[in-house]
């Protein structure tokens, strides 16, 4: 735990949020989180729309191939991570969408 810690001491999270902002302000608005258990980290999470997180992963510069794909909820929801570096702080993008229910074998089109 980081007892005793003081908003200057998120001030990187805090900075690259701003800069974020102003570079890109265009794009979707996450669930924001900075939090003092990872003092130099920017959360960004999505849910519902994968495109909103695939936008910001572009944005940011993380490779495709950076991405990893998990499930939850016994296989229900896709989650998708990834990191990225941005003025100093760690970006983490992480998105929650409904998986598609599997087609019923001898289904009507």
């Known amino acids: 735990m980081n007892e005793g810690l003081r908003l200057d001491d998120l001030a ?10 102003a570079d ?17 980290r920017l959360e960004f999470s ?4 994968l495109a909103d997180f695939e936008a910001w992963r572009d944005a940011l510069g ?3 191939d950076a991405v990893e794909h998990r499930t939850q909820s016994g296989g229900r929801t896709r989650v998708l991570l990834a990191y990225g570096q941005y ?16 087609a019923l074998a001898g289904a009507a089109a």
């Open 62 to 64: 993380i490779a495709p």
């Open 12 to 21: 990187v999270p805090l900075r690259a949020l701003r800069l974020l902002a």
């Open 46 to 49: 999505f849910h519902g729309d």
């Open 24 to 40: 890109f302000g265009h794009l979707a608005a996450p669930t924001v989180a900075v939090t003092t258990i990872w003092p130099d």
């Open 87 to 102: 003025a100093g702080a760690t970006v983490k993008l992480v998105a929650y969408a409904d998986m598609a229910a599997p």
